[in-house]
T-cell receptor, first 111, second 116 residues
Framework: GNSVTQMEGPVTLSEEAFLTINCTYTATGYPSLFWYVQYPGEGLQLLLKATKADDKGSNKGFEATYRKETTSFHLEKGSVQVSDSAVYFCALSEDAGKSTFGDGTTLTVKP | GAVVSQHPSWVICKSGTSVKIECRSLDFQATTMFWYRQFPKQSLMLMATSNEGSKATYEQGVEKDKFLINHASLTLSTLTVTSAHPEDSSFYIC????????????FGDGTRLSIL
């Protein structure tokens, strides 16, 4: 079956530091890949996505590249802000809408 | 972007009562809706998948009679927690997707359920 493995947290960074959150996946076919963000007490919001190999998803300074050869979709941001503090979920989808989520990585950015 | 409204956002009730949570897609037709449960500092656990006009598909270990799901229209799904007990206290999140496969899900803001 499908699975998503995320870098364990929590991750604590200083403002303006470089962020990487690793994500690898296993899938039987050719999934679409997503990063979602969850702020405290809220649901999940789509951060970015990539639908095929070598696609790069980007949004709000975050980027992730769909690497088929390494089955990875690592999330990066060059300079994090305090407002980026949240839980980040990597996910894949093959069937219509049904997604497999990683365990989430909690990011705390300190001023 | 697509919007999913979940209501209520917070419920506190006595043990033994039933609680209904609504999930509405506001600007698109949601052929499929998903219900998740999330424990503190943990990932989302898929409880069930509901398709409009048909019975929900429950994940292994989820009690169908405990968590009743109805998806009567393309814009509304409901989750009813029947005879709730303290162990049912959790954060419940719904999501919706349209007819195109491999598209992201659109999530509601979640419902925090506390059973006293």
């Amino acid at each position: 079956g499908n699975s998503v493995t995320q870098m364990e947290g929590p991750v604590t960074l200083s403002e303006e530091a470089f962020l990487t959150i690793n994500c690898t996946y296993t899938a039987t076919g050719y999934p679409s890949l997503f990063w979602y963000v969850q702020y405290p007490g809220e649901g999940l919001q789509l951060l970015l996505k990539a639908t095929k190999a070598d696609d790069k998803g980007s949004n709000k300074g975050f980027e992730a590249t769909y690497r088929k050869e390494t089955t990875s979709f690592h999330l990066e941001k060059g300079s994090v802000q305090v407002s980026d503090s949240a839980v980040y979920f990597c996910a894949l989808s093959e069937d219509a809408g049904k997604s497999t989520f990683g365990d989430g990585t909690t990011l705390t950015v300190k001023p | 972007g697509a919007v999913v409204s979940q209501h209520p956002s917070w419920v506190i009730c006595k043990s033994g009562t039933s609680v209904k949570i609504e999930c509405r897609s506001l600007d698109f037709q949601a052929t499929t809706m998903f219900w998740y449960r999330q424990f503190p500092k943990q990932s989302l656990m898929l409880m069930a998948t509901s398709n409009e006009g048909s019975k929900a598909t429950y994940e292994q270990g989820v009690e169908k009679d405990k968590f009743l799901i109805n998806h009567a229209s393309l814009t509304l799904s409901t989750l009813t927690v029947t005879s709730a007990h303290p162990e049912d206290s959790s954060f419940y999140i719904c999501s919706a997707s349209g007819q195109i496969s491999n598209q992201p899900q659109h999530f509601g803001d979640g419902t925090r359920l506390s059973i006293l």
